[in-house]
């Protein structure tokens, strides 16, 4: 079974910062997806920015770019310029592309708070 | 366009009794999932439904169960709540095509089990 793991629960940020969460995964399949998910104090989880496997640039969405290591199964998200809007919890998540039936089943991993200071 | 709904938001349960969760999906969405969120355990999956079948599902015991209605709304029913379902029940729709995988979520419903 896959297992994502976020190894820092908590980050701190000042405002217009740079800052770099940690996500590193476990498989053994060679196609997949992987997504980084925000999830506002409101609690309403909205999509970040999306990585297929089979790619090897990294994907990019404004100030938020990941960088993807493939065989060193390492997903991390780059947030530059961070705003006070930013703060919430990132949830880094994988998707099989093999999953029974094109389910699209997440795993995710246990999240990182973002702290954003003024 | 509406966005996913869920529906109660909030809710407070004695050990025992069951709960029903609704979730309304985007429109045009015919994929639903369903998710746990837990402090101690994060986000588990519990299934997931496609046109009125379940796609997959979550290592969860049978007291946990759902549907899905032509409509593709959804609803997922816990039995027998036990101190330990408290949690935030997140549901999730998308196209279901499997192509993009974005998964658009409801705010969810929070159980408190007393």
């Known amino acids: 079974a896959q297992t994502v793991t976020q190894s820092q629960p908590e980050m701190s940020v000042q405002e217009a910062e740079t800052v770099t969460l940690s996500c590193t995964y476990d498989t053994s399949e060679s196609d997949y997806y992987l997504f980084w998910y925000k999830q506002p104090p409101s609690r309403q989880m909205i999509l970040v920015i999306r990585?297929?496997?089979?790619?090897?640039q990294n994907a990019t969405e404004n100030r938020f770019s990941v960088n993807f290591q493939k065989a060193a199964k390492s997903f991390s998200l780059k947030i530059s310029d961070s705003q006070l809007g930013d703060a919430a919890m990132y949830f880094c998540?994988?998707?099989?592309?093999?999953?029974?039936?094109?389910?699209?089943?997440?795993?995710f991993g246990k999240g990182t708070k973002l702290t954003v200071n003024p | 366009k509406a966005g996913v709904t869920q529906t109660p938001r909030y809710l407070i349960k004695t050990r025992g009794q069951q709960v029903t969760l609704s979730c309304s999906p985007i429109s045009g969405h015919r994929s639903v999932s369903w998710y746990q969120q837990t402090p101690g355990q994060g986000l588990q999956f519990l299934f997931e439904?496609?046109?009125?079948?379940?796609?997959n599902k979550g290592n969860f015991p049978g007291r946990f169960s759902g549907r899905q209605f032509s409509n593709s709304r959804s609803e997922m029913n816990v039995s027998t709540l036990e101190l330990g379902d408290s949690a935030l029940y997140l549901c999730?729709?998308?196209f279901g095509s499997g192509n993009t995988g974005e998964l658009f979520f409801g705010e969810g419903s929070r159980l408190t089990v007393l």
């Open positions: 439904y496609f046109s009125e079948t379940q796609r």
């Open positions: 990585q297929e496997a089979y790619k090897q």
């Open positions: 998540a994988y998707r099989s592309d093999y999953d029974q039936g094109g389910s699209e089943k997440l795993v």
């Open positions: 999730a729709s998308s």
